[in-house]
């Protein structure tokens, strides 16, 4: 685990969380793909609305803009998968804050799927928070 999380972890160790968590299933898709009545609650994760989608489109339950990387991150990894280590550890640090909105999605939606835009569906900003939300879930 990481130890940027591990007061995170700590927070969310009390029995109604605990209780909570044993059912969730957490997904991501690209704002592109098909929607299917399987995605659950969907959370758009990205600072900028997907380019040629329509607000109807995409049928979400929520932007969780505070959770996109910063645009100076954003804009320095600029999808290089030769960046991704380094762009997924200062990710995690600008994080390391929001365990109030990871409490929110992870005890207001049993079944989660994170909406991105990015091409690469192995190295986005999708990939690393399912990570962590999957950490929190203990999955």
């Keep these: 685990m990481n130890n940027d999380f591990i007061i995170l972890h700590k927070h969310f160790?009390?029995?109604?969380?605990?209780?909570a968590m044993k059912a969730r299933t957490i997904s991501i898709k690209r704002a592109y793909d098909t929607i299917s009545?399987?995605?659950?609650?969907?959370?758009?994760?990205?600072?900028?609305?997907?380019?040629?989608?329509?607000?109807?489109g995409l049928k979400l339950t929520d932007?969780?803009?505070?959770?996109?990387?910063?645009t100076?991150?954003?804009?320095?990894f600029n999808h290089?998968?030769?960046?991704?280590?380094?762009?997924k550890k200062r990710y995690k640090q600008e994080l390391k804050d929001k365990h109030d909105i990871f409490l929110k999605l992870l005890t207001d939606h049993p079944k989660l799927t994170?909406?991105?835009?990015?091409?690469?569906?192995e190295h986005n900003n999708a990939v690393v928070l399912k990570e962590i939300l999957e950490s929190l879930t203990n999955k």
């Design 13 to 19: 160790l009390s029995k109604e969380y605990t209780k």
């Design 37 to 56: 009545s399987q995605d659950g609650s969907r959370i758009l994760i990205d600072r900028l609305w997907p380019r040629g989608v329509s607000k109807e």
């Design 63 to 70: 932007w969780e803009k505070e959770l996109s990387p910063s």
């Design 72 to 76: 100076e991150l954003r804009t320095w």
């Design 80 to 87: 290089d998968p030769l960046k991704w280590t380094e762009f």
């Design 114 to 121: 994170l909406i991105y835009a990015a091409k690469d569906t």
